[in-house]
């Protein structure tokens, strides 16, 4: 078995590693210098590696105060500090979406009682301008950095509320079930962070389940993939299929489980599966209820969680809210069935 890159905090990048490797096979998007600096950055993450318990019970309480860095097209973060919480625009649009977004996603969680990412009012921290065109943006277990992207392939990556609730649902998923980025656990983590990313967008849009187009990273296409996304949670394995990102490898069932090394063990690839299952119960009672299912959920699973646990976890948590009157009864059937549909439990 592949021995996971962190245990206690995350280096969780958007864009996946299988479409990194395409775009540099392919030449295109300045993809080995984001490979090597994405390396680098984990690198340099895992000689500051500090065990959570650490942290526990010493961060003051606060209302998760929005901070934005430009780190100057650089490769370090936080280089120059241009808004703080309740600052005015800058004018920048990179710094001004990330500062905007970071603000929704921080009230969709306090929607549901929590206080910031860590429950504890954390600083949100948002670096833009990292790289040269660097075609990712990332949550390392502190904070989010955000690249400007070539502005061909990707654009920048700010821009995207998908993005933004996608890597702080890392955050959250650190601070709760804080589970293993690889294997099954990883794409769990992986599914959260995807589930949050669309639940927060329709939440942003007013959108219902019937509304929204269920696309992950459909935001930052540039003008060569325009049309495209990253994934799907509708149809996962129909997000794109171009000479430029290859073919989306993504499974909506077990039986088509990737079992390889690659992309620590398949956390963005096999993420497709329970994607699958949160869309077709979101389509049964509800994006709103649905996602009270799997907040709760969450914060009932641990670090090394697989599938098989997490059915278990959903449907017990499902069950628990209908009694508490919080989801519409036939909440606990709809998650059993939507699992079942793609293959689980295994």
């Known amino acids: 078995m592949l021995q996971h890159q ?8 958007f864009i996946p590693p299988v479409i990194l490797e395409n775009l540099a096979k392919a030449g295109r998007g300045n993809a080995k210098l984001t490979i090597q600096q994405s390396k680098l950055s984990r ?4 000689e500051h590696l500090v065990p959570m318990t650490q942290f526990a019970g010493i961060a003051p309480p606060g209302q998760g105060p929005r901070i934005v860095y430009d780190c100057q097209n650089t490769w370090e973060q936080r280089v120059t500090q241009i808004r703080g919480e309740g600052g005015p ?3 920048d649009e990179a710094a001004d979406k990330a500062y905007d977004y970071g603000g ?10 929590r206080n910031s990412i860590d429950n504890l009012g954390m600083d949100i921290i948002l670096n833009v301008h990292f790289g040269v065109e ?5 949550w390392d277990g502190d904070e989010m950095t955000f690249g400007d992207g070539d502005g061909v392939i990707f654009v920048n990556f700010a821009r995207s509320l998908d993005v933004v609730a996608h890597e702080l649902a890392h955050g959250v998923t650190e601070f709760t079930a804080n589970l293993d980025y690889y294997s099954q656990s990883g794409a769990l983590n992986e599914h959260f962070s995807d589930v949050f990313g669309s639940v927060i967008t329709q939440y942003a849009h007013h959108q219902t389940a019937d509304d929204a187009d269920w696309l992950i990273g459909d935001e930052i296409m540039g003008p060569d993939l325009y049309g495209e996304a990253l994934r799907c949670m509708s149809a996962p394995g129909t997000a794109y299929d171009n000479p430029i990102l290859g073919k989306d490898v993504q499974p909506d069932h077990m039986k088509d489980y990737y079992d390889g090394l690659d992309d620590n063990q398949g956390v963005h690839i096999n993420s497709g599966i329970p994607n699958k299952a949160f869309y077709l119960v979101a389509m049964d009672i509800g994006t709103d209820k649905a996602a009270l299912i799997w907040y709760h959920a969450l914060q009932n699973l641990w670090s090394t969680a697989i599938f ?11 069950r628990i809210l209908v009694k508490d009157g919080k989801v519409p009864p036939g909440s606990t059937q709809s998650v059993r069935s939507a699992f079942k549909a793609v293959g689980l439990p295994s």
């Open 6 to 13: 962190c245990h206690h905090k995350c280096y969780c990048q």
């Open 104 to 113: 929704v996603v921080r009230d969709y969680f306090q929607s549901l009682g």
């Open 134 to 138: 660097y075609n990712n943006a990332f």
């Open 43 to 46: 690198a340099k993450r895992s």
């Open 89 to 91: 625009a800058t004018g």
């Open 308 to 318: 098989n646990d997490a059915v278990q976890v959903i449907a017990e948590s499902a």
